[in-house]
């Protein structure tokens, strides 16, 4: 007999974390370097058959995505490391085209986008969303061997630089609201398969 999926859902802080059954949730803390390291040893302790990393984000204003838009992220990419040959270090992450499918095919109207990472708000050039944590969790899973995907919704234009014109509050409830959802639509993408011994 088989069992549902061991899911870990990781955010950046409380706020963007939803609470509920079906997933474990862990906040990772703020920017790449914290994404990878709490992810990792998250991944290590739970084990889990797939990553969702969830959150807020910037996007261009070119865009027009108004908030609590959200977005799925076709790919991750890294951009603080500027000028680096690429053979240095990983900066791109694809997400799982089998998790692509199953939550946009629950999500409609969301978009489907790559999502550049950053630590610093404004950081990316040619991406246009933007957040801090979802390459360094991306990064974490993809050396275990674990498919992840993330997953933001809007909260501002990433040129925007008076923060009090940011929509915090419709993004954290955006995303969170969502969680349910996304945890089922991944669930039902892997399957009913058996977990981690």
């Known amino acids: 007999m088989s069992t549902p999926p061991r899911i870990l859902v990781i955010a950046a802080t409380a706020r963007e974390l939803a609470a509920g ?7 990772c ?6 994404a990878a390291v709490v992810g990792a040893r998250a991944i290590a302790e739970h084990r889990p058959d797939v990553v969702l ?3 807020i984000a910037g996007a261009r204003r070119h865009r027009a995505l108004p908030p609590g838009t959200l977005v799925v992220g076709t790919r991750a990419l890294y951009t603080d490391l500027g000028a680096l040959p690429a053979e ?11 998790l692509l ?4 095919g629950a999500f409609p109207d969301a978009v489907a986008l790559p999502i550049g990472t950053s630590a610093r708000v404004g950081g990316t050039a040619d ?4 957040a801090m944590e979802g390459f360094g969790v991306l990064r974490a899973a ?18 925007e630089e008076d ?5 915090f509050a419709r993004a954290f409830e955006a995303i969170t609201a969502a969680t349910p959802r996304l945890v089922s639509a991944v669930a039902a993408a892997l399957g009913e398969r058996p977990t981690h011994a």
């Open 21 to 27: 059954d079906g997933w474990t949730g862990v906040t």
């Open 29 to 34: 803390g703020v920017g790449p370097v914290e």
């Open 53 to 55: 990393q969830v959150g």
């Open 88 to 98: 240095w270090a990983m900066r791109d992450v694809s997400a799982p085209e089998s």
């Open 101 to 104: 499918r199953a939550v946009c």
């Open 127 to 130: 991406c246009d969303v933007e």
């Open 142 to 159: 993809h050396a275990a061997g674990i498919p992840a995907l993330e997953v933001r919704a809007i909260s501002n234009d990433i040129e």
């Open 163 to 167: 923060r009090a014109r940011w929509h």
